[in-house]
């Protein structure tokens, strides 16, 4: 009756993890069937039950199957946030229940575009909130690390993602991603009511060759030199 109700769950399973091993639990229980003491093995239903019941807390403050939850690794918390739905557990899981819950363990390309979605839809609704720009820094520098191992397919979902969203600018407001620049000369004053600049948190590791590439991706405007005219 509780199994499915956030409060509950969460208690449950921080009780749960801390004191049962899964590898006490037996796989297959007997079931008798027929005559004469005849009997077939089938799977033990908490088995079955931790991969399909919704029954595990998120932080999304419901109860979800742990085919549906991230695993709470901390780089996972940290860039997820309350964007998307992690295993509301307060330390990290033991082997034993890594290897039996069926969690998600590492984000996608899509589920960094999604959470760099949900920032900006929620600063439009509630204000932009301060963990946000440095999670907002950790995408950056997350995508970038990983553009090396991307296929040409793999870019073009950020390029076509970029064309239809919003990007933190320096003025505090998301801006149309293709409408922004990222100014990298040394000493340039430009006109924020003139120019919509990309923010960049203080955490973005900028100087990589990939962090220029994703910004392109992106569809933000590189500005790394001026001549003036007179």
Known sequence: EFASDYKFAKIFWQQAIKTVSPNS??????????YYGSQCAVENYFF???ENSKIFPS????CLSS???????????????R?????????????EWRQILPF??????????IILKKISDQADTEGLIKNDIRRIGL???????????FSEDKKQI??????????????????????????????FASSLDKLKVIQLPENCETQSTAFSELLSLLQVQIIDNFIPTF
């Open 104 to 113: 998600k363990v590492k984000l996608e390309i899509s589920d960094y575009l």
């Open 25 to 34: 639990i037996n796989r297959y229980a007997y079931m008798p069937w027929g």
């Open 158 to 187: 950020i390029s076509k993602w970029a064309g239809g969203n919003k990007l933190l600018s320096t003025n505090g407001k998301f801006e149309n991603a293709n409408e922004l620049k990222w100014i990298k000369i040394d000493g």
């Open 139 to 149: 995408i950056y520098n997350k995508i970038s690390a990983l553009l090396l191992d």
């Open 59 to 62: 932080t999304t403050k419901e």
């Open 83 to 95: 964007y998307l739905p992690v295993f509301d557990y307060d330390m990290p899981l033991t082997e």
């Open 67 to 81: 085919k549906q939850l991230y695993i709470n690794d901390k780089e996972i918390i940290e860039i997820a946030g």
């Open 48 to 50: 079955w039950s931790i």
